[in-house]
């Protein structure tokens, strides 16, 4: 596990407990931190991340491109930068999308309703050290995540690979 991993998976246990403290606070059921025991974390869930051989601008555009070009439907983008901006604190250039198709989304739902949890699907585009990236969870990690059959995913992690490869070469 990298450093970064054992640092996300800590402070999503900080989170939880965090979260489970507040629901308790404003009067959330006795039984809300049995829910939490029925959390199961994977720890080895690095998103893929690729270097862009593209500028951010670029980046951005050409993954546009290749999700509008596609069955998949792009839901929304959000400017995290912009979002910084807006109560004055800087951050790198970060565009989040959100797409899906639900003629492949829908039978992974039906396998597992959780897996709502990370449908529609979601690409980042951020500036990390000056190099410009491209991240994701893997169709892989979604089956792993939710207990998904295999061939279920394929669909998903096919078009992952074609968006990001469009978007970085």
Same mark, same amino acid.
């Given at each position: 596990?990298? %450093? =970064?991993?054992?640092?996300?998976?800590?402070?999503?246990?900080?989170?939880?407990?965090?979260?489970?403290?507040a629901?308790a606070?404003? $009067?959330?059921?006795?039984?809300?931190?049995? *829910?939490?025991?029925?959390?199961? +974390? =994977? @720890?080895?869930?690095?998103?893929?991340? *690729?270097?862009?051989?593209?500028? %951010?601008?670029?980046t @951005?555009?050409?993954?546009?491109?290749?999700?509008?070009? !596609?069955?998949?439907?792009?839901?929304?983008? @959000?400017d995290?930068?912009?979002?910084?901006? !807006? +109560?004055?604190?800087?951050?790198?250039?970060?565009t989040? %999308?959100? %797409?899906?198709n639900?003629?492949?989304?829908?039978?992974?739902?039906?396998?597992?309703?959780?897996?709502?949890?990370?449908?529609?699907?979601?690409?980042?585009?951020? +500036?990390?050290?000056?190099? @410009?990236?491209?991240?994701?969870?893997?169709?892989?990690?979604?089956?792993?995540?939710?207990?998904?059959?295999?061939? !279920? =995913?394929?669909? *998903?992690?096919?078009?992952? $690979?074609r968006f990001?490869?469009?978007a970085?070469?």
């Amino acid at each position: 596990m990298s %450093f =970064i991993g054992s640092k996300f998976a800590a402070a999503m246990s900080v989170a939880l407990v965090g979260a489970i403290a507040a629901c308790a606070s404003i $009067g959330a059921p006795a039984q809300a931190p049995v *829910i939490a025991q029925e959390v199961k +974390v =994977i @720890v080895n869930s690095d998103p893929v991340v *690729i270097v862009s051989k593209n500028s %951010f601008a670029d980046t @951005v555009a050409k993954l546009k491109a290749a999700i509008e070009a !596609s069955p998949a439907k792009l839901v929304a983008l @959000v400017d995290h930068a912009a979002g910084a901006a !807006s +109560v004055n604190l800087p951050l790198e250039p970060s565009t989040l %999308f959100i %797409f899906g198709n639900p003629a492949i989304g829908t039978p992974v739902m039906q396998a597992n309703p959780l897996a709502g949890l990370d449908l529609p699907l979601k690409m980042l585009v951020y +500036v990390d050290g000056g190099q @410009v990236k491209v991240a994701y969870v893997s169709g892989e990690q979604l089956a792993a995540r939710y207990k998904l059959e295999k061939l !279920s =995913i394929e669909r *998903i992690d096919a078009a992952l $690979g074609r968006f990001s490869a469009a978007a970085t070469q």
